[in-house]
């Protein structure tokens, strides 16, 4: 289902909309639809992380090791 609607675009906005909708070979109506699901699509949240959260900024103890196994850390 669709609803029909009408706005006012300023000149120099419609220019630009019908050149961009020429140039990419589409018409105006599925740029003008394509922008605003663009513009309205839910913000995904980035949940990988870059690094370690806390960066050692001193010599490496046993809360940051290199060599040993976390398993023998935590389990043993």
Known sequence: MSVRTTIDIPDELYATLRLR???????????????IEEKFKPKRRDTRM??????CKSKMGPLC?????PYDLIFG
């Open 65 to 69: 090791p290199t060599t040993e196994n």
């Open 50 to 55: 870059a690094g370690p959260p806390v960066q």
């Open 21 to 35: 909708a020429a140039r990419e070979k589409v018409s105006i109506r599925t740029l003008v639809i394509l922008s």
